[in-house]
């Protein structure tokens, strides 16, 4: 809708590349016509700065998967963009129709629910089929038990806080892939987060208490 002040943000991106890797990544993507939008002005863009004669490198294009319609055309979106980053603080709130900001409904959301997970296996089945990778930011991926399931559903990029590195990396190095995948199969087959969650952490009980820090009273 403002062109020239995205223009601006794409010329910034685009001349500091010439100091470091840079990538784009368009957030609230629900459809592939957004993307080639975005693509024809980013290539203005480029134009703009060779013509002026302003230092400048090519970036790789990103499509941030964070709602339904995104993740449900991935396999059409994954020919558009060169990676994917799965945005699931809004993709489950947008998918089960929960504002987790309002406390009414809060209880209701539900990051494991098996339809946020149906999703996020299309997004990550779409990308390995295209060759592009899949990562994941957002809360979900600084839960344990929830990385568990992210490795099962194809997912090998997590973006953590740094407080949550120590507990996801002992569950991941715990953990074969194919353990996960199993599991994850296992999963999609429940109806609830909670079932979810229920049956990851008694089956995985003895990696995710390794990975969680002891409780106060269990000190020495």
């Given at each position: 809708?403002?062109?020239?002040?995205?223009?601006?943000?794409?010329?910034?991106?685009?001349?500091?590349?010439?100091?470091?890797?840079?990538?784009?990544?368009?957030?609230?993507?629900?459809?592939v016509?957004?993307?080639r939008?975005?693509?024809?002005?980013?290539?203005?863009?480029?134009?703009?700065?060779?013509?002026?004669?302003?230092?400048?490198?090519?970036?790789?294009?990103?499509?941030?998967?964070?709602?339904?319609?995104?993740?449900?055309?991935?396999?059409?979106?994954?020919?558009?963009?060169?990676?994917?980053?799965?945005?699931?603080?809004?993709?489950?709130?947008?998918?089960?129709?929960?504002?987790?900001?309002?406390?009414?409904?809060?209880?209701?959301?539900q990051?494991?629910?098996?339809?946020?997970?149906?999703?996020?296996?299309?997004?990550?089945?779409?990308?390995?089929?295209?060759?592009?990778?899949?990562?994941?930011?957002?809360?979900?991926?600084?839960?344990?038990?929830?990385?568990?399931?992210?490795?099962?559903?194809?997912?090998?990029?997590?973006?953590?806080?740094?407080?949550?590195?120590?507990?996801?990396?002992?569950?991941?190095?715990?953990?074969?892939?194919?353990?996960?995948?199993?599991?994850?199969?296992?999963?999609?087959?429940?109806?609830?987060?909670?079932?979810?969650?229920?049956?990851?952490?008694?089956?995985?009980?003895?990696?995710?208490?390794?990975?969680?820090?002891?409780?106060?009273?269990?000190?020495?």
């Amino acid at each position: 809708d403002m062109p020239d002040l995205f223009k601006t943000q794409l010329r910034a991106i685009l001349r500091s590349a010439v100091h470091g890797e840079a990538q784009i990544l368009l957030p609230m993507i629900s459809g592939v016509e957004e993307v080639r939008q975005a693509r024809v002005q980013i290539a203005e863009t480029v134009a703009e700065l060779e013509a002026e004669g302003v230092a400048h490198r090519p970036c790789k294009v990103g499509a941030m998967i964070e709602v339904p319609s995104a993740a449900i055309t991935a396999e059409q979106l994954a020919g558009e963009v060169d990676f994917f980053s799965l945005g699931t603080n809004d993709l489950v709130q947008y998918t089960l129709a929960v504002d987790r900001g309002t406390a009414r409904v809060a209880g209701l959301y539900q990051p494991l629910h098996p339809a946020v997970l149906r999703l996020i296996k299309q997004v990550t089945d779409a990308g390995r089929k295209a060759g592009i990778p899949t990562s994941i930011c957002g809360e979900m991926a600084a839960d344990p038990t929830a990385a568990l399931v992210l490795m099962g559903l194809g997912v090998r990029l997590l973006s953590v806080s740094p407080s949550q590195i120590p507990e996801v990396k002992e569950v991941v190095r715990a953990t074969p892939i194919r353990q996960a995948e199993d599991l994850v199969e296992q999963c999609l087959g429940l109806t609830s987060g909670e079932a979810v969650r229920e049956l990851v952490e008694t089956k995985m009980a003895g990696a995710l208490a390794a990975a969680r820090p002891p409780r106060e009273e269990d000190r020495p």
